[in-house]
C-alpha cells in the first residue's frame, strides 16, 4: 500500500511527542503564530504540517491519535483536493534542468494579504511553507515581515530539511520542533506495510540507506535506489583499483536517465557509504580497508568536493557522465 501525497496521508508515523506538542499549544489558548518543523528529508514533515492544518481547520475534533481527523471529513477532503479557502501552500516550483528548484518572491509577497483576509469558515488563515531553505534572501527577508507582524488567527507552519540555510531572524521568530529518524523496528513495520513485495532484506536496506526517513524510503524504492545502492557498494569495495572500463559503463548508465534522478540518488549514496566510512575510521571502529589508502581528512575532503560537483552539475546544467568520471576518479586516484 503506497502511502497518498502528504496534504492526503491520513497516517503519521513515529512523530506521536510532536503532534501531541502542537495539540497541548493549540490547547492552552496560546497557540505561537509561526512553526518550523525541522528534520531529514522524507521523514515526515509536510505529513505532520498538513496534519496539524487539518485538525485546526476541522475545529480541533478530540481524539486519538494526536491532530486525527477522519478521511471522510469534508475539511480532509477539501485540504487534500486543494480546495480549502483557510489554506495556502508555498512549495519549490518544479522547473527544468539547470534552474534551481525556489520558491519566488512573488509567491512570499502575497501571504501577508492571504493571512490578513477574515476566515472563510471562521477559523484559522494557514500558510503551510514546504522546504522554506528553497527561498533565497530576497524572499526570506518577505516572509520575515509577516513573521514579525502576523495577524489575528493566522499560522505559518515552515518545513526545513536545512535550518542552517535560513536567515537567523527567521529562525528566531518559529517554534521549532524537530523531527527525528525512525528506529530500526518501526521502519521495518512502516516498509512492510508500504512494500510487502520487497524481500525482508532489500527493505532492511531501504530503511538503512534512508537513514530512518519513509518518505526517503520509498523514494528510493520506486527510483531504483537498490540497484543504485549495489552499484555504490560495488565501486566502493573495488577501491583503491576499480576497473576503468566499468567506470566508464557506470557512467553511461547513470547519465542515461535524461531527467537525472539516477545522477542524483547515485550521487547522494556514494556520499552517504563515504561517510559512514569516514565516521567510523574516525571512532576507532572498523572501517573498509580503501580508508587506509589517505589521511580521514582527505577523504573528508573528497567527500565535501563530491557534495559540491553534484549539486554544480545539476544547477549549471553540466555533462553528467564527465561528472561521473570525475568524481569517482578523484576517489580511485591516491
Not at 9 to 21: K, R, S, T, V, Y
Not at 24 to 53: C, I, N
Not at 160 to 182: H, V
Not at 200 to 223: C, D, F, K, T, Y
Request: glycine share 8%; charged share 25%; with cysteine.
Amino acid at each position: 500500500m503506497i502511502p497518498p501525497e502528504p496534504r492526503a496521508n491520513p497516517e503519521l508515523f513515529g512523530h506521536d511527542h510532536a503532534a501531541q506538542m502542537l495539540a497541548e499549544a493549540a490547547g492552552a489558548g496560546r497557540l505561537h503564530h509561526a512553526w518550523l518543523l525541522a528534520g531529514p528529508r522524507g521523514v515526515g514533515k509536510a505529513t505532520l504540517a498538513y496534519r496539524f492544518a487539518r485538525w485546526l481547520l476541522a475545529g480541533r475534533p478530540p481524539g486519538q491519535p494526536p491532530l486525527a481527523v477522519p478521511p471522510e471529513d469534508p475539511v480532509f477532503r477539501r485540504v487534500a483536493a486543494s480546495g480549502h479557502a483557510d489554506l495556502r501552500v508555498l512549495a519549490p516550483n518544479a522547473g527544468e534542468r539547470g534552474v534551481k528548484l525556489m520558491i519566488r518572491v512573488d509567491e512570499v509577497r502575497q501571504v501577508p494579504r492571504f493571512l490578513g483576509l477574515t476566515a472563510a469558515e471562521g477559523g484559522w488563515r494557514i500558510v503551510i511553507v514546504e522546504q522554506v531553505e528553497a527561498m533565497n534572501a530576497e524572499a526570506q527577508n518577505a516572509l520575515l515581515k509577516t513573521l514579525e507582524e502576523p495577524p489575528a488567527r493566522a499560522l505559518l507552519l515552515l518545513t526545513t530539511a536545512a535550518p542552517d540555510r535560513l536567515l537567523p531572524t527567521i529562525r528566531s521568530r518559529c517554534r521549532r520542533i524537530d523531527l527525528f529518524p525512525l528506529p530500526e523496528p518501526e521502519m521495518e513495520a512502516v516498509l512492510g506495510r508500504w512494500l510487502p513485495e520487497l524481500q525482508l532484506q532489500q527493505r532492511a536496506v531501504l530503511a538503512r540507506i534512508s537513514g530512518g526517513a519513509p518518505g526517503r524510503a520509498l523514494q528510493l524504492a520506486e527510483g531504483d535506489g537498490l540497484a543504485l545502492q549495489a552499484q555504490v557498494e560495488s565501486f566502493l569495495g573495488a577501491l583503491p583499483r576499480p576497473d576503468p572500463r566499468g567506470l566508464h559503463q557506470l557512467a553511461d548508465t547513470l547519465a542515461a536517465k535524461r531527467d537525472g534522478s539516477a545522477f542524483v540518488t547515485f550521487m547522494e549514496l556514494l556520499r552517504a557509504g563515504l561517510g559512514e566510512a569516514i565516521r567510523a575510521a574516525a571512532r576507532g571502529e572498523p572501517a573498509p580497508g580503501y580508508i587506509a589508502a589517505r589521511p580521514l581528512a582527505d577523504w573528508a575532503t573528497l567527500w565535501d568536493t563530491l557534495g559540491r560537483l553534484a549539486e554544480e552539475t545539476e544547477t549549471l546544467n553540466l555533462d553528467r557522465k564527465q561528472a561521473v568520471l570525475s568524481g569517482l576518479s578523484q576517489l580511485a586516484s591516491r
